[in-house]
């Protein structure tokens, strides 16, 4: 009984520190990170019912964090292997990256302790994620990448397929809406007599069944308290009701002196749709009841001016910028982009 009391403390005490090891970054966030500067008064057209907190444009940044992970992981086991891949850089990015935006959220109107609550809780769950798989993939999974030897193994290409196929999903979609278990089959379809496909096969299928388990869980859960809103509202100026005729998902709600309201769908495709109308001469009065708004751009330079962040991308050769700007200079900024040496990924709404 003692034997087994000795060893059921030291796993008490690795769990804890464990648990006090993840939650160090929220630590760091919470005491290091605040901003101090006064959010400037801002007498929105668009209904109440229909504003967004303004300080979310920030906070929609840590999702695609992890999405831009996602990418970076899939670019890099295209060509390489996963150990090739640095787990913690993107860690560390995930952490500093909210650290700025934290920061920079004190001009917006802070941070609503629901949001960061959903941004910590995705932070922890991303940070214990990578943790995990950098322990099997720089031991176990390089040891079976030494004994493949230089040629790939076919679960080697599938399972990169895989991997850009999910990091492209999660552009429009929540990640627990993506098919796990159809992956695991092909997994088991596609796998050799080979040991790199027969530990590849192991240990995606074992990772792809446990996030298939909590899939589940999450999505239930969601359906209790409903999704985010998958639309939202701006005003526009320079066009007329008729050019929205033609524009699929689209509508047009109302008539302001400013502009006309439109209702328009959100996540990538608002940044599809928002590049098209800057590039048909058509201006951004208020998205959302807000008049700042951030976009992320690449480019070859380390830093850009006036960005609130920038981080080097894994497996490509540029740096992402996080840039805030007036709601009613974002349409001149898209068009003039391409002459700065910058190339728009994504515009962050709220």
Known sequence: MKRIWRYTKRLLLLGTLMIVGLLLPVGYVETMCRGDAEPKAYTA??????????SRTLMT????????AYEDYARVINTADPHDFSFFQSIGGFWSSLCSLTREASKHGHVDGETKQMVYVIGVSFTAELLLKAAYEETIGRLFTALRGAERAPLDDVSARQ??????FLQQVPWYKWDFQTDEEELKTAATGSLRDQERRFALGTEYGTKAAYADVIANAV??????????????????????DRIRDVQVVGDHAEGLEIETPRYRALTHLLTKFAEDEIDFVEIAGNDDIMFTALSANT???????SRARQGADDHRHLIVVKTVDLAARLRSLSDTGLILEHIHDY
Do not use: C, K
Not at 61 to 68: L, N, R, S
Not at 223 to 240: F, K
Not at 303 to 309: L, N, S, T
């Open 45 to 54: 057209l668009i209904a109440p019912a229909h504003h967004r907190p303004e």
């Open 61 to 68: 940044y840590p999702e695609w964090d992890i999405v831009h």
């Open 163 to 168: 991997a850009s196929a999910y990091a492209e």
């Open 223 to 244: 359906a209790q308290v409903g999704e985010d809103a998958l639309t939202l509202r701006m005003i526009v100026s320079g066009v007329n009701a008729a050019y929205f």
């Open 303 to 309: 830093a850009e001016p006036g960005a609130i962040y």
